[in-house]
């Protein structure tokens, strides 16, 4: 795949992590591959550079050198949704701009992962969502599903929304945000028999541990 556009049921799901283990995997193939994080809220300055934690580290884990502002074309210091951030900073998200720097990164790389922000209908703009965006550049997609309470919910109406936009879900991945969920497995189960795409993998709860060995969690060759 060229491209692949990183989303989840919520913020704080771990889009970034998933994105981050699918250009490790690249790598590890030999496989050059572009990071893009479009639009991010809550950032500080490095440099002199205001920049976001989460494309730092998909920059970091793709282990070639792009123009940050090629990555992240869109960065804002404020916390919150990115177009209400892009208007606090009197600026607004032109859908043309991002198509221009992901053009960039497809013709200098071999993939481009694209880590969305927040879940899958966040606005980039008062007109135009995420969602609107992917399905108009027809990039399969990848569903992260943070498991919680409330997450079947989450998980349909984001599987749903993403087939009426005549998206392709190349498969999603669980991850174990909460430890204290209550019949796991039962919860995904349930989920499999609604979401018809493939389940690359379950994140276990991570606690106090690193993430260097859950790589083997996903198995990204079951995307289709």
Not at 49 to 59: E, Q, R
Not at 106 to 117: D, K, L, M, S, T
């Amino acid at each position: 795949m060229k491209n692949i556009f990183i989303t989840g049921t919520d913020t704080g799901v771990g889009k970034t992590l998933i994105s981050k283990i699918l250009i490790e995997y690249f790598v590890s193939k030999g496989e050059s591959v572009a990071p893009m994080k479009p639009v991010a809220s809550g950032a500080f300055f490095q440099n002199d550079i205001l920049v976001n934690d989460d494309a730092l580290v998909l920059i970091k884990a793709a282990n070639t050198h792009f123009d940050y502002s090629t990555v992240n074309p869109y960065v804002f210091k404020e916390p919150i949704a990115p177009h209400l951030a892009a208007e606090k900073a009197n600026n607004i998200v032109d859908i043309e701009y991002l198509n221009l720097k992901h053009s960039e990164l497809e013709i200098a790389a071999e993939h481009v992962v694209i880590e969305g922000a927040g879940g899958w209908q966040v606005p980039l703009n008062r007109n135009v969502s995420m969602a609107d965006w992917v399905s108009d550049n027809q990039w399969p997609v990848i569903l992260v599903v943070g498991l919680r309470l409330g997450c079947i919910n989450h998980a349909r109406l984001s599987y749903l929304d993403i087939i009426a936009k005549k998206s392709r879900l190349a498969g999603w991945v669980v991850n174990s945000i909460d430890p204290e969920v209550l019949e796991a497995e039962s919860v995904i189960a349930d989920m499999e028999q609604f979401i018809k795409a493939p389940l690359l993998g379950v994140i276990p709860w991570l606690g106090n541990e690193t993430e260097s060995d859950i790589a083997h969690c996903v198995d990204f060759s079951l995307m289709v």
